[in-house]
């Protein structure tokens, strides 16, 4: 497959409709952490909206428009799966979760349909709601991918999750997962492949990582 290289991220034009692409999309919530910077335990069952943070979020992917949601689980998966309800979701277990998100990032990526894309959400992001889900769905171009984006203080747009992978990129990003990387260094090589999609008036994108944070899980219902 030959990707360009060298450019930069472009703004999805938010009236456009012209060469969308509906396609499936499945959603893959990377919940197989330790947590072990917040000292709570696994993130997968922090209190949220009088449920667990995975619940939710896996419900936000479902609600969105995703036509399936596989949640990896890792650390302390059998207490996990012993106090959330899953049953409407796909979930697998990602034995080697130690060795860092890029094996649950690989594991996703082949756990779902062949021709599907994919979108991927990290469950420290509570913040998250159905709509950015759906304007990343509907916003995506075939052979690109459509990134969530959040202003910054300055107001300059900055790349965060989820994030959502074209089918025909699939094994190119899951073949440069490793150790802690996802689809880090498959974005970072190609960045022109990349739409942003502003998603501030949602959240403001913040990662749950240490105790400082844990305000975000106040966050409106």
């Known amino acids: 497959m030959s990707i360009p290289n060298g450019q930069e991220p472009s703004v999805a034009d ?4 012209g060469g969308t692409d509906t396609g499936p999309t499945t959603g893959v919530l990377l919940a197989a952490g330790s947590g ?22 896996a419900d936000v992917l479902r609600h969105g428009g995703c036509r399936e949601v596989v949640v990896i689980l890792g650390a302390d998966a059998a207490r996990v799966l012993a106090k959330v309800d899953l049953e409407r979701h796909k979930v697998v277990v990602n034995a080697e979760w130690g060795s860092g998100m890029g094996g649950s990032f690989r594991l996703g990526m082949q756990s779902i349909q062949p021709s599907d894309h994919v979108l991927i959400a990290l469950v420290d992001q509570p913040g998250l709601t159905s709509e950015s889900v759906a304007r990343l769905i509907s916003r995506h171009r075939p ?12 107001g300059e747009l900055t790349r965060g999750h989820p994030l959502l ?23 970072k090589a190609n960045p022109g492949l ?19 944070q844990l305000h975000l899980l106040q966050a409106d219902a």
């Open 14 to 17: 938010p009236w456009a409709t």
């Open 36 to 57: 072990s910077r917040l000292g709570l335990g696994p993130k997968a069952l922090l209190p949220f909206r009088g449920r667990t943070l995975v619940e939710i979020l």
């Open 143 to 154: 052979g690109r991918v459509t990134a969530a984006a959040y202003r910054d203080p300055g």
């Open 165 to 187: 992978l074209d089918s025909s990129l699939r094994e190119a990003a899951a073949g440069s997962a490793s150790d802690d990387a996802g689809a880090r260094l498959f974005l």
């Open 194 to 212: 990349i739409d942003l999609v502003d998603c501030s008036d949602q959240s403001g994108g913040e990662d749950l990582d240490t105790p400082d």
